[in-house]
């Protein structure tokens, strides 16, 4: 009798779609991943944890090399992290959508 909860919990996990992160090499659930339309399976890549950790990366390296933007009074960094932040959880709350809030985060971080 134990091995029908063995063979359900089995299936059911074959039956949850998932993929492999690209970064941490990981199967995770697909709702560990961003959606991405023009992707073939309608996901990135990277895991949504690697994704913001990669993003987080990505702005402290490159934010000291950009110094002067308008005339705004915030440095570059308090900037770029204020608005990236801001469109983060616009995507997450559903808000904007993920391929326009990539979009957005390329426009501020180019
Ligand atoms: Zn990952």
Known sequence: MTNVNASTSSRLSALTPSKVCNACKTRKPLGHFHRKSESKDGFQ???????????????????PSRQTIGEIQLSTEQREKMYIDVIRRMALTGIMSTTTANEALKRVMS
């Open 45 to 63: 890549g990277r895991c949504k944890a690697c994704h913001k950790a990669r993003q987080r990366d990505w702005v402290n390296s490159s934010a």
